[in-house]
């Protein structure tokens, strides 16, 4: 859970961050990257993954 949405995480050995994943459509993976390094109320990095075919 990220900020009460469900999402799938990475957490990164010996980085204090940690990438959270939820399905925006069948093709599409938004992310955002998450850390101690980051303030509560941000800014994050984001991104968007999309299955190429």
């Known amino acids: 859970m990220f900020r009460g949405e469900l999402t799938a995480t990475t957490v990164h050995d010996g980085r204090p961050t940690s990438d959270h994943f939820t399905r ?4 599409t993976l938004t992310g ?3 850390g101690k390094e980051f303030p509560a109320d941000g800014p994050f990095h984001c991104f968007i993954l999309k299955h190429a075919a």
């Open 32 to 34: 955002i990257v998450n």
């Open 24 to 27: 925006a459509d069948e093709d």
